[in-house]
């Protein structure tokens, strides 16, 4: 059983399941926005974990939260090229239903 | 159990469940809402694990960017009906059955793993020590955060403006 006095394995698993929550989304889902969604819940996930290691490893040192802001700049990259390509995809289908982005398809 | 445990645990609670309702919820809008208050939780976790410069930093750049680009985009792309638009693909079974396995997978690595107990103290203010790291070892991954950064507002810009397809 878990102890309520919180460590870095709370954290760990916190974001492990805030991990999870957002590739079942990436995995399970139709629609092309909830996808971004599930992977925009991912890159959370990654960062809480980056910073808690940082905490608990060795805080004067910083170097988790550099790199989750270096994750951060490329989820907002991310979330641009992706929201930008759904919408050309929409202007073609009309249509963001994962389903139907089968052009490589034979 | 001291007043940051309960502060976790509530934490806790408010990401997880808010983060199951982006999946669960079956209005689109209403997921996008939800992920907002995911993003406030992780960064009130940030708070609690003393890094105040990424907790400002998340609510810049997640709450304030990111949310509403996605709401925009949303709004841009779903014309008709809202109320069923955050629905499961025929992979729903499948994807539970992995999600689940790796979930497990996960906890038991991170149970069974040794994990540091010791906790240092940590820094007065990150500002000054990130902003020195981020231009002595990290200038190289900074600059080339840039210039991704860089390329993908040129690349949304030509996609979504459709520059070079004036001719079809």
Partial sequence: MISLKVGLEHYLMLGGGLFCIGLFAALAKKNAISILMGIELMLNAVNVNLVAFNRYGDPQLLVGHVFSIL???????????????????????????????????? | MS???????????????????VVMVRNLVHAAFFLVLTFFGVSGL???????????????IYVGA?????????????????????VFSSYKKVAGVTVALFLAILLASIKYTPLATAV????????????DLMFTSFVVPFEAAGVLLLVAILGAIVLSTGVGREND
């Fill in chain 2, 3 to 21: 007043i940051s445990d309960v502060v976790f645990w509530i934490l806790a609670a408010v990401i997880l469940g808010s983060g199951l309702a």
């Fill in chain 1, 71 to 106: 994750v951060m700049a490329v989820a907002a990259a991310e979330v641009a090229i992706g929201l930008a390509l759904v919408l050309t995809v929409y202007r073609d289908r009309r249509s963001v239903n994962i389903d139907d982005f089968n052009w490589l398809k034979w």
């Fill in chain 2, 46 to 60: 940030y708070v609690l694990l003393e890094a105040d410069f990424l907790a400002i930093v998340q609510i810049l």
């Fill in chain 2, 120 to 131: 240092q103290p940590p820094l007065e203010s990150t500002v000054g020590p990130i902003a």
């Fill in chain 2, 66 to 86: 990111i949310a509403i680009l996605i709401i925009f985009g949303v709004m841009l792309i779903q014309r008709e009906d809202m109320r069923e638009t955050n």
